[in-house]
């Protein structure tokens, strides 16, 4: 590997990993992952080959190891050619096996079950070689020659990290989190295909059905439960182990009307499978320190979740899942669990909730990417890695030292037909756009786009900009200066600019300002947003805040409206055109909801640094609340569902997608 100090953005990285569509977990950690250290180093990929690998042209090369042999490639370069090891478990003696006595090299497995356990190992694995005994799985955890030729390992869980300890490696090594998917999935169209309501309780376990996964114990315990809840169903998904006799095992506890196998599935079914669970079991013993991918998606997904109390496990909080013994009080504990599980809906909520919290906070991929790339450079550099703040990097916009009171809004509502109507209904989004608003200096500047001059002021008066300039919808080129005198005599002067959002290049420099204010003008556009969200991005200093602010397509009155027969739209009618000559005002074209809003802004560049709803105008809707009741009833969320989305983003580089697929076809 080259020599001399790197940065991220420069490092070179050759990165050894299986990679899908191979059928393993690592592999779609490793793809997961890519993505984000992509944006961080300059990576080479080696999948099964190291074919054109030039260790020379790189900074540092990087090693996924798990225990079995997709990994070959990735440990015999490793051996050949240290680097940073990330160990995916504690033990690779089945990866051994597969490297040496399946390509029938006897003599090689012999001397590395040496190295690692001695001659007590080495004369058991002897008597192996005489097929007297299978080899010593457990026991012989074949570390030790991977360690000592590794510069540095990255492991997820303290679990991990003591036993690479033990194991006598004495250099760097970083505790980083497993990634964490947050899936989107149908939940009850998989449970349709399951032929199950709503209310039927459902128990999953997912994965490689392998016997340490405890599924004779879950088995047992769901067999209990049927006892007080002869609705409940189980589903097993995956691939049935050799050595399980699962439909033996499910014959003999009577449970072939209540459990179902789909065997190995797609990952959309495999997703879809877990979204349709109301209570997850993650269990194994015995454990080598393996993290489970499974796992994170399930937490992701926000699902009740039971795992075994041992290993990388024991140290996930409390507060996001529940975790049962693997002694003789095992089976009993389950039973408990699923008990109250099945039979407390709010108990299920409020254990996904916290595991989804937690997920998004500690374990998203970006997070996850800025700790390997922050590790590898102090290991090329070779200083001490501080490890960022664990808590999440997004910095809530700082709040005016005082909110701005709407009865000083008020006084700019204009003398215009319809103004003091207008800012009537909407004082209270203005109120909340202002709050969500950061403050600036004196050397900042601020656009308003859209900007009818009504909440303008206020950015140079209470929000501090020393510089603040509108533009609106027009022939490109033309500027106006606006003037406007509020009720009590005080004086705002504007230029604002005219121009086309979706078509024209906006008319500032690079990065010229500090926040823009993108305020109910989204939903106006009928043939290219990204156009208007990349320019944004362009004239946004590093850093630098966009608050969008647009009608909730999602919200209770849009669910209320689609389900009662008329349109979910905030604003679906078509405009009356004008007389000849008129401008006729631009009508809603798309209505978005708070998830397309974060999706929006995170293509373009933008880290979420606040997704809030609320209403346009504070009045109470009790005739909503049985949308509530309906989505608590289907276990759907009720978060986000005000009237109006509030999001605020921060620009962290360049547009990422520049023709997002979920907005964009053709």
């Known amino acids: 590997m080259r020599a001399g100090k790197r940065s991220p953005p420069e490092m070179?990285?050759?990165?050894?990993?299986?990679?899908?569509?191979?059928?393993?977990?690592?592999a779609d950690y490793a793809a997961a992952l890519l993505e984000g250290l992509k944006a961080r180093a300059d990576v080479?990929?080696?999948d099964e080959t190291a074919a054109g690998f030039e260790p020379e042209r790189f900074d540092c090369v990087l090693y996924q190891i798990g225990n079995n042999p997709y990994h070959a490639v990735a440990y015999e370069t490793a051996l050949e050619h240290p680097g940073v090891v990330v160990l995916h478990e504690s033990n690779l003696h089945h990866l051994l096996t597969d490297i040496t006595i399946r390509r029938g090299d006897w003599d090689a497995y012999m001397r590395e079950v040496e190295y690692d356990g001695g001659p007590a190992a080495a004369a058991y694995a002897r008597r192996v070689r005489a097929l007297e005994v299978g080899p010593d799985y457990e026991g012989v955890p074949v570390l030790r020659r991977i360690l000592e030729r590794s510069r540095a390992v990255i492991v997820h869980s303290r679990f991990m990290e003591e036993r690479v300890r033990a194991a006598g490696f004495n250099g760097p090594v970083a505790v980083i989190p497993h990634g964490a998917w947050i899936p989107e999935a149908d939940r009850m169209g998989y449970r349709q295909r399951l032929g199950l309501d709503e209310t039927a309780p459902l128990t999953g376990i997912f994965g490689y059905l392998k016997p340490y996964k405890r599924i004779a114990q879950s088995l047992r315990a769901f067999r209990r439960l049927l006892r007080l809840e002869p609705r409940a169903k189980m589903i097993l998904v995956g691939e049935a182990?050799?050595?399980?006799?699962?439909?033996?095992?499910?014959?003999?506890?009577?449970?072939?009307?209540a459990v179902r196998r789909p065997g190995f599935t797609s990952i959309d079914d495999f997703v879809g499978y877990l979204a349709a669970c109301d209570i997850v079991l993650n269990l194994r013993y015995p454990t080598v320190g393996e993290s489970s991918g499974t796992l994170l998606r399930a937490l992701g997904l926000g699902k009740a979740t039971v795992v075994s109390d041992v290993g990388a496990f024991r140290e996930l909080p409390d507060e996001i899942c529940l975790k049962a013994p693997v002694d003789e009080t095992e089976e009993d504990v389950l039973f408990e669990y699923l008990d109250l599980l099945a039979s407390r809906p709010d108990a299920r909520r409020t254990l996904g909730e916290n595991a989804s919290a937690w997920v998004q906070r500690e374990c998203r991929w970006d997070r996850v990417a800025e700790l390997y790339a922050t590790f590898l450079e102090a290991v090329v550099n070779g200083t001490e890695w501080r490890p960022p703040d664990p808590s999440p990097k997004a910095v809530e916009p700082a709040r005016p030292a005082e909110p701005v009171a709407a009865d000083y809004l008020a006084t700019w509502a204009g003398n215009a037909d319809g103004a003091a109507g207008y800012m009537n209904i909407h004082l209270t989004r203005f109120e909340k756009t202002l709050g969500i608003t950061p403050p600036g200096g004196p050397e900042d500047r601020i656009l308003e786009m859209g900007a009818y001059l009504q909440i303008t002021p206020s950015l140079k008066t209470k929000l501090g900009y020393g510089e603040v300039r509108g533009c609106y919808y027009g022939p490109a080129g033309k500027v106006d200066h606006r003037t406007v005198t509020s009720d009590e005599g005080e004086t705002f002067e504007c230029y604002v600019d005219l121009f086309d959002a979706e078509r024209d290049l906006f008319p500032y420099a690079d990065e010229h300002f500090a926040a823009v204010l993108c305020c109910e003008?989204?939903?106006h556009l009928a043939e290219d947003p990204m156009h208007m969200m990349s320019e944004v991005n362009r004239i946004l200093k590093p850093g630098g805040h966009l608050v969008l602010?647009?009608?909730?397509?999602?919200?209770?009155?849009?669910?209320?409206?689609?389900?009662?027969?008329y349109h979910p739209g905030f604003f679906p009618a078509y405009i009356r055109p004008k007389r000849e000559g008129e401008e006729t005002d631009a009508r809603h074209n798309r209505e978005y909801t708070p998830r397309e809003i974060a999706r929006l802004l995170i293509d373009a560049g933008f880290e979420v640094t606040s997704l809030d709803t609320g209403p346009y105008r504070e009045e109470p809707k009790p005739e909503h609340l049985w949308v509530v009741n309906l989505l608590e009833r289907y276990q759907l969320s009720r978060d986000l569902r005000g009237d109006a989305v509030y999001a605020v983003g921060r620009k962290t580089g360049p547009v990422r997608s520049r023709y997002p697929d979920w907005l964009y076809d053709g």
């Open 12 to 26: 070179r990285l050759a990165f050894f990993c299986p990679l899908p569509p191979r059928k393993s977990g690592i």
């Open 44 to 46: 080479q990929t080696f």
């Open 241 to 257: 182990h050799p050595e399980l006799p699962l439909a033996a095992m499910i014959d003999a506890l009577d449970l072939g009307a």
């Open 521 to 523: 003008l989204l939903e």
């Open 549 to 565: 602010t647009t009608p909730n397509i999602s919200s209770l009155r849009a669910i209320a409206a689609i389900l009662t027969g």
